[in-house]
Structure formats: structure tokens, C-alpha cells
């Protein structure tokens, strides 16, 4: 594998379930973020980890959970979600923060 | 002022001609400029990354950076069909980076 990785590319859950979304970078990164992205809206901006320690918490609902074990792999927790959560999850690492982003191809999240 | 400003678009070009998708940012002490492209329903790309004044080419696609007045441009020679994308131009501000809004780009057949 290289670049970016995510898993599950597309996940259909409902308002009670429990997932989760694993991304996975085989760079050498040291940064991995999180953004959300609605249809035909722009990227927000969720979750920034820097060496495994959450940096960035930019006022997501506390049904997102992101868990970030080592510098390859991180994950988004997702419980009891809404529909409006229906949205493009992409993952992407970086060298360091404030470097250039690659992106996984995202996974499709579909909330009933 | 946002930190990051691009015209939404659509931006519609004929297929050869020149298109020119510009960007405005706040923070004068930026020193890392990038441009990606995104196909409808698909993650952001990588194209093109700028440090220093004066244009960067690399292929059909050329970066201008102009700090002083504070904007970044790209331009796609020879535009194709498949050129037509949402085009994202990312700033950094101390250590992160900032993503505009895109520019939807059309190359009119």
C-alpha cells in the first residue's frame, strides 16, 4: 500500500450504531487530520494530530471520537450519529503541521 | 477578511484555451502556497506547490506568487475536458494550513 489509506471507502450506519474509520498513511507523516465534507461544500476542518497528540479540536459534537494509537494510523470513533452527519470523511497526513496535505480517498458515510 | 479567498466560479473555459483560477490571503508572513484539484466526489489532489515570487511551471500548469500583494494564481494551458474539477488553493498560517473555499472549473467541449 501506499499514500494514504481509508477503510471503509463507503459506510451506511444508522442513528443507534457504533463504527469506526480507520485511516492509515505510509509516508512517514507526522501529522493526520480529519475534515468532513458535505455535498458540494468545502472542507471542515475536524480533528489535527501532531506525534500521536490531538492539537486541533475544532468544536466537533462528542459523538466523533478520534483516536490516534502511533503516527500511521488513526481512527474516527462515530456513535449515535444524525443525519446531517451524512458527509465525505477524508483523511490526510503531512510532514509536520503547516506542511503540504495528502489525502485518502475518503469514505463515503451515509447516516439513516 | 477571510484567510483564504477564492471566487466560487463556475469558471468556464473553452477546451485550448487558458484558465487562470486566482487567490487572495490574509496573513502576510505565509511562505508555503499549494494548489489541488478535486474531481466531484473525490479527494483533493496535490498539483502544485509554491514558496517564492515569480511563476513555477510544471507541465500545462503554472503556479504564480505574487507576496507583496498577496495573491496566488494557476494557470492550466491547452485546458481539457478533464481539467474540469474544483480547484483548491491552501495557505499555511504558523503551522497550519488553510483551505479556501475552491473554484469550480468547466472546460466547455
Known amino acids: 500500500e501506499t499514500g494514504v489509506t481509508q477503510t471503509p471507502r463507503h459506510l451506511v450506519m444508522g442513528m443507534t450504531n457504533k463504527k469506526s474509520l480507520k485511516c492509515e498513511q505510509h509516508?512517514?507523516?507526522?501529522?493526520m487530520y480529519w475534515y468532513k465534507q458535505s455535498a458540494k461544500k468545502p472542507l471542515e476542518l475536524m480533528f489535527v494530530?501532531?506525534?500521536?497528540?490531538?492539537?486541533e479540536n475544532n468544536s466537533v459534537p462528542s459523538r466523533f471520537s478520534p483516536e490516534c494509537p502511533n503516527s500511521s494510523h488513526l481512527f474516527l470513533h462515530l456513535h449515535t450519529l444524525q443525519p446531517e452527519d451524512s458527509a465525505l470523511y477524508l483523511c490526510?497526513?503531512?510532514?509536520?503541521?503547516?506542511?503540504?496535505?495528502?489525502f485518502g480517498p475518503g469514505t463515503r458515510l451515509t447516516v439513516t | 477578511q477571510k484567510e483564504v479567498e477564492q471566487n466560487s466560479g463556475p469558471l468556464s473555459v473553452p477546451e485550448g484555451a487558458i484558465a487562470s483560477l486566482n487567490c487572495t490571503y490574509s496573513?502576510?508572513?505565509?511562505?508555503?502556497f499549494f494548489w489541488y484539484r478535486q474531481y466531484s466526489g473525490k479527494s483533493p489532489e496535490l498539483i502544485m506547490s509554491?514558496?517564492?515570487?515569480g511563476d513555477k511551471e510544471d507541465g500545462r500548469f503554472t503556479a504564480q506568487l505574487n507576496k507583496a500583494s498577496q495573491y496566488v494564481s494557476l494557470l492550466i494551458r491547452d485546458s481539457q475536458p478533464s481539467d474540469s474539477a474544483t480547484y483548491l488553493c491552501?495557505?499555511?498560517?504558523?503551522?497550519?494550513?488553510?483551505f479556501g473555499k475552491g473554484t469550480r472549473l468547466h472546460i466547455l467541449p
Open positions: 509516508l512517514g507523516h507526522n501529522a
Open positions: 490526510a497526513s503531512s510532514p509536520g503541521t503547516g506542511y503540504e496535505q495528502y
Open positions: 494530530y501532531s506525534l500521536e497528540e490531538r492539537v
Open positions: 509554491i514558496y517564492s515570487n
Open positions: 491552501a495557505v499555511n498560517r504558523d503551522d497550519k494550513i488553510i
Open positions: 496573513d502576510r508572513g505565509s511562505q508555503s
